[in-house]
């Protein structure tokens, strides 16, 4: 355990937690809603600091990002709980434990040895990943600060419900972020998430601020948040942000607590993505359709293929040094273009 940060003290040996939205008031010997951050004698504590329950070598792609140095390798940590309560949870065994079981678990690792791990696996970044990172944050800070000591990026994958207290205390040490958007509707995050959206879009527009480059995904659930109206808000709300933000369209499968929702169809996801693509947006995938169109990367300008998708993994196809091959279009990313070792 390591005493927390983001937070004060209160009467009768209460706190109050200001690491995200939900800025839960913690009495004695009681957790936050996360699961993972616990009062004790007045003092907070998170319970997970240096206790990662996954670690894994993934292509960056598969975060998903792909206009942040594609084709390369991320060392991908993740730590049990959430501060969501999503009933659709894809990682609900890790993230939800720790408020179901009041268990923690999870191996002691430092920082340094995530660094030393990610450097000797050939990753160009560190990926905080897998349930929220949010609330980790003491832990992710400081193997971020060594990950930029050793010439790594640090990428954060988050439900975006950061506080803008510790946002402003991480921005420096976080290079890029996929923002899980689940819906533009309050309806949707208080009954499936209970949670908020509007925090989501302030956190959105405060990371695009202060120089992070942003990435989006939303998972399309039939019935719940696949209506045009809906997806029209979506990409309108991402235009307004920026028209090269990457919106990655994700297919939902039955799990969790919801299995009375089929799987969505192949239609609903191009009709999203088209929803995307006329708005403005230069940059929409189906990340979970293998191949094609839909996951390749085209010139906004002149249509050629930039970059081609097999699996989790890219290849450079008509871009040199940032810009299109064939008639000079900036693209929209960062470190633009590193060979996948698989594919080069």
């Known amino acids: 355990m390591q005493e927390a940060s983001f937070y004060s003290k209160i009467k009768e040996h209460s706190v109050q937690c200001f690491l995200c939205a939900h800025y839960c008031r913690i009495g004695p010997n009681e957790r936050g809603k996360c ?26 792609e598969k975060k998903p990002l792909y206009h942040f140095q594609p084709g390369s390798l991320s060392y991908s940590i993740g730590t049990v709980g959430c501060n969501f309560d999503c009933l659709f949870c894809q990682n609900a065994d890790i993230a939800h434990g720790p408020k179901e079981r009041k268990k923690i678990e999870g191996f002691a690792v430092s920082p340094e040895e995530i660094v030393d791990e990610a450097l000797r696996t050939e990753c160009s970044s560190i990926s905080y990943t897998y349930t929220e990172p949010t609330i980790f944050l003491e832990y992710a800070l400081e193997v971020s600060r060594k990950a930029h000591g050793a010439g790594l990026k640090n990428i954060f994958v988050t439900n975006g419900y950061i506080s803008p207290e510790a946002l402003r205390q ?88 919801v299995m009375d929702r089929p799987s969505t169809p192949l239609q609903s996801l191009y009709t999203a993505r088209d929803i995307g693509m006329n708005a403005g947006l230069r940059n929409v995938y189906i990340s979970s359709v293998p191949g094609g169109i839909a996951r390749n990367t085209y010139c906004h300008n002149c249509g050629e293929m930039l970059i081609e998708r097999t699996g989790q993994h890219s290849r450079r196809a008509g871009l040199k040094d940032g810009r299109c091959r064939k008639c000079g279009a900036v693209v929209d990313g960062v470190d633009l273009f590193q060979e996948s070792p698989s594919m080069a």
């Open 35 to 60: 699961g993972v951050r616990e009062n004790r004698h007045g003092q907070l504590w998170s319970l997970v600091y240096g206790r990662p329950i996954a670690r894994h070598v993934d292509p960056v």
């Open 170 to 257: 991480s921005a420096a040490f976080i290079d890029a972020a996929n923002v899980d958007l689940k819906s533009f509707s309050e309806e949707f995050y208080a009954g499936q998430c209970s949670a908020s959206l509007q925090p989501v879009l302030t956190t959105m527009r405060s990371m695009l601020g202060k120089g992070i480059w942003v990435e989006v995904t939303t998972l399309l659930i039939p019935g719940l948040n696949d209506g045009t109206v809906e997806l029209k808000g979506i990409a309108d709300f991402l235009v307004r942000l920026d028209p090269g933000i990457p919106w990655h369209i994700s297919s939902f499968q039955p799990t969790s607590r």
